[in-house]
Structures are given as structure tokens and as C-alpha cells.
């Protein structure tokens, strides 16, 4: 099993910016892929960011290219989600999702772990 806990979420402008953390346990973390994905209110919970277990690669979801930044540090069992010039739209809850599949995977199902998610709000 591997428990996974995001904090960093809340209220922010439009054009601002917000990091999110996600911390594992349970498992060693560098034996999972990690990935970010989000849903926001009467919406399906969407891909936003993928890295690989080593954090050699990455993934992204078309409506973050360009601003958003995922990165992690296997050390500290963490994961990040560095996001710039926030819109509106990316209001949502954001959540972590952990994988043990050996290439980075960017769809919802192939994901095994996930945790309770962290409310971002952009305002305009």
C-alpha cells in the first residue's frame, strides 16, 4: 500500500502562482510513477502532469503545457506541482496518484494509489 498526502492547495489570483506537495509512504517511492490529475466542479477528473520514477521524464496535459512544472525528490519521498500564470479554469481539486508501472502513464485507470485531493481556487 502506499498512502499519499497533497497539501499546498487554496485561494490565489488569476495570473499567480501555487506549488503543490505530495508526500508518500508505505512503499519506496522511487519505485512509482507519479502523476497529477484534477476535477473540477460537473467535470471528469482530467491528466495534468506525469514524471517518471527517476524524474528523468515528464508529461503533460495540453491545457497546462508552458505553465505548470511537475518534479520530484526521492529523497524526501515527494512529489511537486509548481504552477504558474493560474487561470481561472484551473480551479479544481487536485489530486496525487502513485503507479508502479515501470513507463510514465498519463491515463486515469492505470493509476493504483491516489489521495484525498487539495482545493485550488483561481479568482479572476
Known amino acids: 500500500q502506499v498512502q499519499l498526502v497533497e497539501s499546498g492547495g487554496g485561494l490565489v489570483q488569476a495570473g499567480g502562482s501555487l506549488r503543490l506537495s505530495c508526500v508518500a509512504s508505505?512503499?519506496?517511492?522511487?519505485?512509482?510513477?507519479m502523476g497529477w490529475f484534477r476535477q473540477a466542479p460537473g467535470k471528469e477528473r482530467e491528466f495534468v502532469a506525469a514524471i517518471s520514477r527517476s524524474g528523468g521524464r515528464t508529461s503533460y496535459g495540453d491545457s497546462v503545457k508552458g505553465r505548470f512544472t511537475i518534479s520530484r525528490d526521492n529523497a524526501k519521498n515527494t512529489v511537486y506541482l509548481q504552477m504558474n500564470s493560474l487561470k481561472p479554469e484551473d480551479t479544481a481539486v487536485y489530486y496525487c496518484?502513485?503507479?508502479?508501472?515501470?513507463?510514465?502513464?498519463?491515463?486515469?485507470?492505470?493509476?493504483?494509489?491516489w489521495g484525498q485531493g487539495t482545493q485550488v481556487t483561481v479568482s479572476s
Open positions: 508505505g512503499r519506496t517511492f522511487s519505485n512509482f510513477v
Open positions: 496518484a502513485a503507479d508502479a508501472s515501470i513507463a510514465i502513464v498519463t491515463t486515469l485507470n492505470s493509476y493504483a494509489y
